[in-house]
């Protein structure tokens, strides 16, 4: 979970912001946000909202016990054998009203994350403060979360250990004869005793000639031999995600299809030395696809992102796309993976690790063989 000093952290830099940009009042309904700041994680269908001043007092409408440091807590009710509970957002912005009022505090700009907020929240804001207009913050979040406070990195290690235990599981069961389902069921059982309970576990499943084109869940399909099998997984236990791939060869690899991993693995090599502060994102894209469609063995088949940022999101910056305006900084935490494809190999070759980018250079979060 995360800690009270990651949110305090997290809390402080959005005070700089809120005082360069002249904004009383900042406001969130978005429940991964809501944990971001106050280290309160709520489902994603239950109602909450997180309220920061600017003389840094704290607001939670929501569960109480994991909330770090807040000045205020109200609770909500999301159950009850009283009444009916139908319109949990409207009893959310009536709370949240209540507080505006008893907060005494002058606000007259205000700032929400209004891809993520409802039209009711926003009535209750305009009521009370008395804002005619309310600035969209959903930006400045989007640029906190690409720097990773330690608290948020050991969350993406504890999904990374999940990871492992999946791949552990798998190698012995990537079989002949074996369906993709079978594969699954061990992984996933693997991942539930690691985590000591039922994790959602997504992925990419698909095997042999269905690995070429795309991925998604696994299926019926009976495993041949030397299929391979590409395991791209992203286990997020409390919201913070890992995204790994692995990809193993049934019935042992074929000496092509070793060639074809070892080319893989130059590639995200390459593109690790190359990643470094103030390098663009779409400049080590470059590099590793012209490398990989270099290679005849690739079939100019790498079509997809060379890596992207994980965090909160399974999709962050930076996002290392030709198309991107991204710049790796100090405090990224991102992927990095290469791939082939080709029904000639039998399948897709990908290969994927999580780095964190630290003042000392490129830490690689994830230890796990690389071979086929």
Known sequence: MLTAAGCRARRERMLRVMEQRGWDLFVTANFRTVYYFSGALHNVDAPTLFALYADG??????????????????????????????????????IFLGALHSAAARVLTVAA????????IEDAIRHSTGASEIADATSVILRLRKFKEPDELEEIR???????????????????GASELDVYGAMYSAVMREAGTTVTFPGDFATGGRSVHGGGPP????????????LDIFPAPA???????????????????????????AALKMAEQLVRPGVKARDVYGAAKEFLDSEPLTERSFWHHLGHGVGIHG???PRIIPGSEDIFEVGDVFTLEPG???NRLQGGIRLEDNYSLTESGLINLFDFPLGL
């Not at 504890?158 to 002949?176: D, G, K, T």
């Not at 299926?219 to 590409?230: A, H, N």
């Open 340 to 342: 082939m494809y080709s």
């Open 239 to 265: 919201l913070y995600f890992g995204d790994t791939c692995r990809t193993f060869a049934a019935g042992g690899a074929t000496d092509e299809q070793l060639r074809a991993g070892e080319v893989v693995v």
């Open 113 to 120: 994350e209004r891809s993520a907020s409802s039209g009711l």
């Open 315 to 317: 999709h962050e910056a």
């Open 57 to 94: 007092r704290t607001l939670l409408i929501g569960a109480a016990s994991e909330a770090s440091e807040m000045s205020s807590v109200l609770p909500i009710e999301t159950y009850s054998i009283e009444r009916s509970i139908d319109e949990p957002v409207s009893d959310l912005a009536r």
């Open 219 to 230: 299926t019926r399909r009976v495993i041949e031999k030397y299929d391979l099998f590409p």
């Open 158 to 176: 504890n999904s990374l250990r999940l990871c492992a235990a999946a791949y552990r599981a798998a190698r012995p069961a990537v079989i002949p």
